[in-house]
């Protein structure tokens, strides 16, 4: 189990920016998937996006590409998530979430993380 913090969220106006981060606890941090989620008000959590434990690879949900960026720092033991051109149907609240590093094997979805973080609220208005 790895102990996941994400911090970054908030309110935005639509076509607005944010940046979401994610801190793991883990000493090897550098061994994990790491995945991005999202859930909205009524709906299913939905995968956003993964990368690679070196990150030499990512993959994004096919409607959020282009928009939506993962990227991660090893050495702070940090993922982050930057999402740009920002719509109200992006609204949910984002969660981080930590799979075995070995595994790579898109497209992903919650059974592929074992562990997640209590996630971040982010509303966008129109």
């Known amino acids: 189990q790895v102990h996941l913090v994400e911090s970054g969220g908030g309110l935005v106006q639509a076509g607005g920016s944010l940046r979401l981060s994610c801190v793991a606890s883990?000493?090897?941090?550098?061994?994990?998937?790491m995945g991005w989620f999202r859930q909205a008000p009524g709906k299913e959590r939905e995968f956003v996006a993964a990368?690679?434990?070196?990150?030499?690879?990512?993959y994004y949900a096919n409607s959020l590409k282009g928009r939506f960026t993962i990227s991660r720092d090893n050495a702070k033991n940090t993922v982050y998530l930057e999402m740009n051109r920002l719509r109200p149907e992006d609204t949910a609240v984002y969660s981080c979430?930590?799979?075995?590093?070995?595994?790579?094997?898109?497209?992903?979805?919650?059974?592929?993380?074992?562990?997640w973080g209590q996630g971040s609220q982010v509303t966008v208005s129109s």
């Open positions: 979430a930590a799979g075995p590093g070995n595994r790579w094997l898109p497209p992903f979805g919650p059974s592929d993380f074992g562990s």
């Open positions: 883990a000493a090897t941090f550098s061994s994990y998937t």
């Open positions: 990368i690679k434990s070196n990150g030499g690879s990512t």
